[in-house]
Structure formats: C-alpha cells, structure tokens
Nanobody, 120 residues
C-alpha cells in the first residue's frame, strides 16, 4: 500500500504563485511517473503535468510556461511550482503516482487532493 500526501494548496490572487508538494510513502521499489491533475467544480479531472523517474516532463498546453514540475527521487516527492496563476487555474489538484512497482507488479495511486483557489 502506498500513500500520497499533498500539501501547498491555498488561496492566492491572480498573478501570484503557489508550490504544491506530494510525498509518496509505503512499500514500493520505484515509481515510473508522478504528476498532477486538476478538477474544477462541475468538470472532469484534467491532466496538468507529469515527470518520469528519469526527469522527462510533459505539460498541458494551458500551463506551459507558467507551471514547472520537478521531482526528488530520493524523497519520492513531486513538486508543482505554479506561477502567474489565473482564476481559471482554480481547482482541486490531485497528485498521481503511476507505475509504482512492488515486486513484479505495478500500480496506480492518487492523492486526496488539495484545493487551489485563485481570486481575480
């Protein structure tokens, strides 16, 4: 069993910044990919960014140039630095760990979510 604990959400004015963190703990040998998704009220959960164990990143077009994802493999932690925030970035942000290896099998896990609210 793996737990993903997120932190760093909150309320910020448009143009401001926030940094989200997500730490994975439990029994596993590696995590292939970690990332962030978000879900605004009344909408589906959307992809934001992912980063592989080797450092390859991928971003949604809506956040390119504003958000930066990074990862500390030694701490099993992924970060999302969010700059130039816009009201449309308001959502619950979910951490994701995919390809979590435990012996010969891999698993997908989600965090509990952290609220990000951007006021205009």
């Amino acid at each position: 069993q793996v737990q993903l604990v997120e932190s760093g959400g909150g309320l910020v004015q448009a143009g401001g910044s926030l940094r989200l963190s997500c730490a994975a703990s439990g029994s596993f040998s590696s995590i292939a990919s970690m990332g962030w998704y978000r879900q605004a009220a009344g909408k589906q959960r959307d992809f934001v960014a992912t980063i592989t164990e080797g450092g390859t990143t991928n971003y949604a077009n809506s956040v390119k140039g504003r958000f930066t994802i990074s990862r500390d493999n030694a701490k099993n932690t992924v970060y999302l630095q969010m700059n130039s925030l816009k009201p449309e970035d308001t959502a619950v942000y979910y951490c994701n760990a995919d390809g979590v290896r435990y012996y010969s099998r891999t698993y997908l896990y989600w965090g509990q979510g952290t609220q990000v609210t951007v006021s205009s």
